[in-house]
């Protein structure tokens, strides 16, 4: 039997002990939680709510303090996302099948996109002779860059694009083209590539300087031929799996922040989205608020998934990868979060 | 171990021991286990630790050999391509190319810096928080710490050509990320990256802390599992360096989980087999003892057996042929042992019971308050005379200790023994008994004076003393009635006394109120004062006093009936008693202290003679004793004042003259001697008249006795209206007078008073209708000149009167011729 001055004792030797230890780990509390995103860009329209998220602060009202790593494609986020470099990705919903189609390696918590944008472009100078996708055989084609584990949206676009139009990928060279301007621009001026599946507000740039035409547009019908699978989901913010378990607060705050800066971008027009911007670049500024204007129903309102989304996306990752086994096999319900998809709501 | 005043049972005892054996036999195990645990993990974690060492050093200079190839490489490759040597297109160019190989290049960031180390190219945007221009750019190696992102960058700076002589050099980032050290993981390892103390990349998932994923311990404990921490710098540079700090986390062979089912199995086990092995037979033997204990209880409390009990007594000396059965045994011969005792014993407290009833008897038979206690003072009887002497009975007092009977004594030291004269050791043994006057005390607090008859015996251990306690309240108060009645006889004796001594009666009074204020049982001031009445039968005068106050002599000195204390005493003829200085106090004084009085009239039948006043201390309270005496000793008083008054009015008349109240011869005679005898001690001169009225025969044979009585008054009032107040005038007779007349210093001094004499009566006398007409005749002796006796001195006068008659009459004649008379 323990007698009551000797628990009075260990007791108070406890408070003495475990005090600060409270005291500090609240102090920790009270500075900002880091979280690195990975993402393609900067400034490339299908990701610019991610962009923003600092920019309006919506990460300081979390106690959060996001950091952004710029990569050249999805599929290099990713590897960001899996090697621990960064705590989110947002990449393409394919590019993240891509990744997860051997192993669960990332799953989707929030949708950033509504609505896919790519547009297919040529260098100025093959005007006269590619007029369709069919004509790109034996070209060099820019896509996002790809990594070993994970293929891009671009890439698996452009392929199914291909396909449609009768030319195996492997009879066209893929080259990485980035998705940054300075990436694409410089690939496309420089002639290291031929085509580039590109992005926004790039691709308007380009073809306002004459360096490309458009051969497809994602988002204008007229320059597309039909394929399955073509709403298809874009961006979405992507966490391992083991920090759904482990840091599910994180996850929390992240999808907060996110949805905070998509209502906020629902909320304001395209002209307060560039000021919030602050491009010094005067054709930057120029082009952003014109696509931006063009496309006002790329972004998700609120980071929930649809079940029209999801199929659309399976069907076009089914699609577009038609060799693989794996593909037509696929859940990509596995893959999406259940608590934050917004599926259920 | 256990209090002695609880009761625990064989079986808890038992039960408790096996309890506490098996909890040391599981610590002991689990110490050891514990002891090969830590051992052994020590062992393996300093191995493990030691490869991991060496495994790490070698992966990082792998990795530095590797990104410097790389780095050339990639320098090469810009070089061949002549991507740079186009000054228009080789920022395009050189974009477009790190563009294509970024899925396949490590280094993150590229900088293209002149001579200088001015930044003419960024690649990647995050770069443009990086310098603007770099201090050491021919150096190859060097390490960027952003701290914005929190990255550490391993920079490699190559010297890149860039067309037409122009040169540069290229920095190319490799990040040491997270990325990097999950490379190198290992299971069950953590890895982090520090630079300044801080954690810039980590092996872990999730957000990592500097406080709590660092230790400044090698070796620590976290969440159950054992973390050895080891650390090694990155290069051998001497130049900042990063650390990599590995903590190799091994679980326990043992878990606490698995220690506590083991335990609990072997300790479940062992206490099972206890019970079937010792358990069942010490259930046995505790219930015989138990059977046992019962009998022996029921023995100790009733004093006998029942016969269910004693049947069973004797079964279980048959039963079992064992140290139990004996103890059975012994137990069966012990009751029948003090069975027999008990009936002995009973018959002797019934003798002895008998006895005390006879003491008790005899005690209360002798109606002596007695009173029995042993040598540390507890009482161990006391009778009822003692209980209603001190109003508690022998049940409330038993064991308490005597002294607090006692006055002024405590049980805790010997002063009760002293004050009893009890003897201080046992070798002061004696046999008779003695006696102790004292005072007791009740518990209520009051007090009497006892005297306590003491006697003692001496038990085996201790002496016993019996008291026979008298009170002695009702003795001592006679004694002290007769005592005060003593005092006061010879007190009022003393002032009888004084009333019968030839003694003034100032001086009688003052020696009265001396033998009144010093009766001893008197509760009054050492001061007082005795007043008689005036002749005006209306005021005070105070003849007598002691200790007064000197403003009291001159306040007090007369006063009228009703004033003060005394005045209404005197006035209203009755005592008047005061305990303060209160209102009735018309005499008072700064600085006066408050008193009381007793202030008696001296009533001689209905005539009041004076009053006695006597000072008492504040709150004094009237006393019936005090009073009573004191007017004994006011009827005293006035038996005094009314003698001293008769004796000195009888004394008045031997000296003086019936009808002129002057000196007659005798007293002039006494008068004379002390006049002489003071002037001769002065060295002054007397001058003796003798004096002879002229004609007056004459006036008393015509006019009768009854004139001539009234001439004669008349006659000395002219005489002394003549003289100074210490001249002294005699009648020796008929028409012949004396006068003396002290403190003379010359000789012709008396002739003037003899001049005016015979002037004044020479002056004609109207008495009765008649106008009378006289003379006188003067002799006049001087001291010493004619004389130095009396005797000589008068005759010597009563010579120079008749020379003066010869004379002619009317004139006056010194003794010695040698005095010069002016003629008139």
Redesign the interface.
């Known amino acids: 039997m323990i007698s009551p001055r000797i628990f009075l004792f260990v007791f108070h030797m406890a408070c003495i002990f475990f005090l600060p230890l409270q005291a500090r780990s609240e102090s920790a509390d009270r500075s900002p939680l880091p979280i690195v995103i990975s993402v393609p860009g900067p400034r490339n329209l299908s990701y610019l709510p991610i962009d923003l998220i600092s920019i309006l602060g919506s990460d300081r009202e979390e106690n959060v303090e996001v950091q952004l790593l710029h990569t050249g494609g999805g599929a290099l986020a990713l590897k960001n996302l899996t090697s621990h470099n960064s705590d989110f990705a947002v990449a393409g919903l394919p590019a993240m099948i891509s990744l997860n189609i051997h192993a669960l390696q990332a799953v989707a918590v929030a949708a950033v996109d509504d609505a896919p944008l790519f547009v297919l472009m040529v260098r100025a100078n093959l005007a006269s002779e590619v007029h369709t996708p069919a004509d790109l055989r034996g070209r060099r084609i820019g896509v996002n860059s790809s990594s070993l584990t994970s293929k891009t949206t671009s890439q698996q676009l452009i392929e199914l694009m291909l396909r449609t139009y009768g030319v195996d990928p492997s009879e066209v060279n893929f080259v990485p083209a980035g998705q940054s301007w300075e990436s694409q621009s410089s690939t496309i001026r420089t002639g290291q590539v031929d085509a580039i599946m590109g992005d926004e507000p790039f691709a308007s740039r380009l073809l306002a300087s004459g360096d490309v035409f458009f051969l497809a547009n994602l988002a204008d019908p007229s320059l597309v031929s039909p394929f399955p699978g073509a709403n298809f989901l874009h961006a979405v913010l992507i966490a391992r799996p083991e920090m759904v378990s482990q840091s599910s607060e994180k996850i929390a705050k992240m999808v907060r922040i996110l949805r905070k800066t998509l209502q906020w971008m629902a909320d304001h027009s395209a002209q307060d989205i560039v000021k919030a911007l602050d491009l010094k670049d005067v054709d930057e500024r120029k082009y952003c608020l014109e696509t931006l204007r063009k496309y006002p129903h790329i972004y998700s309102k609120d980071g929930h998934f649809s079940s029209r989304q999801l199929l659309e996306t399976e069907r076009f990752f089914k699609s577009s990868n038609p060799t693989d086994p794996l593909a037509s096999s696929l859940k990509l319900a596995t893959m999406i979060n259940e608590h934050w998809s917004g599926l259920s709501e | 171990m256990f209090d002695h005043g609880t009761y625990l049972s064989l079986r808890w005892q038992a039960a408790w021991r096996v309890l506490v054996t098996l909890l040391l036999v599981i610590v002991l195990i689990g110490s050891f286990a514990w002891w090969f645990e830590y051992t052994t993990m020590n062992l393996l974690a300093r191995h493990h630790q030691n490869h991991l060492t060496t495994f790490y050093q070698k992966r990082i200079q792998s990795w530095e050999q590797e990104w410097q190839e790389r780095s050339i490489r990639f320098r090469a490759r810009i070089e061949f391509a002549h991507i740079l040597e186009d000054s228009q297109?080789r920022?395009?160019?050189l974009?477009?190319?790190?563009?294509?190989?970024?899925?396949t290049n490590i280094f993150t960031q590229v900088l293209l810096i002149n001579p200088q180390g001015e930044v003419l190219f960024r690649?990647?945007?995050?770069s443009l928080t990086f310098p603007e221009k770099w201090s050491t750019p021919d150096q190859p190696l060097q390490w960027f710490f952003d701290a914005?992102?929190?990255r550490l960058f391993r920079v490699y700076s190559q010297a890149i050509f860039m067309g037409r002589a122009e040169k540069g050099f290229i920095l190319l980032f490799r990040?040491l990320?997270?990325?990097l050290?999950?490379q190198i993981g290992f299971p069950q390892t953590e890895m982090f990256l520090t630079w300044r103390q801080k954690i810039i990349a980590?092996?872990l998932?999730?957000?990592v802390?500097d406080?709590t994923d660092l230790h400044t311990k090698t070796m620590y404990w976290k969440h159950g599992m054992r973390h050895d921490q080891g650390s090694i710098l990155w290069s051998e540079e001497l130049i900042e360096q990063p650390t990599l700090v590995f903590i190799q986390i091994s679980v326990p062979l043992l878990s606490v989980q698995g220690v506590l089912i083991a335990s609990g199995t072997v300790f479940l086990s062992v206490v099972v087999l206890l019970w079937l092995t010792l358990g069942l037979w010490l259930n046995y033997v505790t219930r015989r003892i138990e059977m046992l204990k019962n009998i022996a209880h029921e023995f100790t409390v009733y004093a006998e057996l029942s016969p269910e009990s004693a049947t069973l007594l004797t079964s279980m000396e048959k039963t079992r042929r064992d140290e139990m059965g004996e103890l059975a045994q012994a137990l069966g011969h012990l009751t029948q042992t003090v069975r027999l005792n008990s009936q002995a014993q009973r018959a002797y407290a019934e003798k002895l019971q008998v006895r005390d009833e006879q003491f008790h008897a005899m005690t209360q038979a002798l109606g002596v308050a007695i009173l029995v206690f042993d040598s540390k003072g507890n009482i161990i009887f006391w009778n009822q005379k003692m209980a209603d002497l001190f109003g508690q009975s022998y049940s409330k007092v038993a064991g308490q200790n005597i002294a607090q009977y006692l006055i002024q004594t405590t049980p805790t030291d010997n002063s009760w023994r002293q004050l009893l004269k009890l003897p201080i050791s046992d070798t002061q043994t004696t046999s008779s008994a003695w006696q102790v006057a004292t005072s007791l005390k009740r518990r209520d607090g009051s007090q009497f004076p006892a005297e306590i008859t003491l006697s003692y015996y001496k038990n085996d251990k201790q002496f016993i003393f019996t008291a026979a306690v008298d009170d002695m309240t009702q003795r001592y108060a006679l004694e002290a009635r007769d005592f005060h009645a003593y005092v006061n006889r010879i007190a009022i004796s003393a002032l009888l006394e004084i009333a019968l001594e030839d003694l003034p009666l100032q001086r009688k009074l003052e020696v009265a109120l001396s033998i009144i204020l010093t009766v001893p049982w008197l509760a009054v001031q050492k001061k007082g004062s005795i007043f008689l009445v005036e002749a005006d039968g209306k005021h005070l005068e105070m003849i007598a006093q002691q200790g007064l106050d000197e403003h009291l002599l001159t306040s007090c000195q007369h006063l009228p009936f009703g004033y003060c204390l005394c005045g209404r005493a005197a006035q209203e003829r009755r005592i008047v008693f005061t305990s303060h200085l209160d209102a009735h106090h018309d005499i008072g004084f700064d600085g006066i202290q408050d008193h009381g009085h007793y202030c008696l009239p001296i009533l001689s039948r209905d005539t009041l003679l004076g009053v006695l006043n006597l000072y008492v201390k504040p709150n004094h309270v009237y006393n019936q004793e005090e009073e009573a005496f004191l007017n004994t000793a006011t009827n005293t008083l006035a038996e005094l004042i009314e003698r001293g008054q008769s004796e000195e009015k009888i004394k008045h008349m031997a000296g003086h003259d019936n009808l002129t109240g002057l000196p007659n011869r005798r007293l002039l005679q006494e008068l004379l001697l002390k006049a002489l005898q003071q002037a001769e001690r002065d060295r002054l001169l007397v001058g003796i008249f003798f004096m002879d009225l002229d004609r007056f025969k004459q006036v008393n044979d015509t006019f009768g006795h009854d004139v001539g009585d009234i001439l004669l008054i008349q006659s000395v009032e002219r005489i002394q209206s003549c003289l100074r107040k210490a001249d002294i005038v005699a009648r020796l007779g008929g028409d012949e007078f004396n006068v003396i007349l002290p403190d003379l210093h010359h000789p012709q001094d008396a002739g003037k008073v003899a001049d005016q004499i015979i002037q004044q009566l020479h002056k004609e006398f109207m008495i009765n209708g008649h106008t009378l007409s006289i003379g006188v005749s003067i002799g006049i002796s001087i001291f010493p000149t004619d004389g130095t006796t009396i005797d000589e001195l008068i005759k010597q006068a009563d010579l120079a009167m008749y020379k003066a008659k010869e004379a002619g009459r009317g004139v006056y004649r010194f003794a010695s011729a040698n005095i010069f008379v002016p003629e008139k």
Do not use: C, M, Q
Request: hydrophobic share 25%.
């Open positions: 297109k920022w395009d160019n974009r477009a190319f790190l563009t294509i190989v970024e899925n690649h990647v945007e995050e914005r992102t929190n990040p990320d997270n990325a050290l999950n980590s092996s998932d999730g957000e802390d406080h």
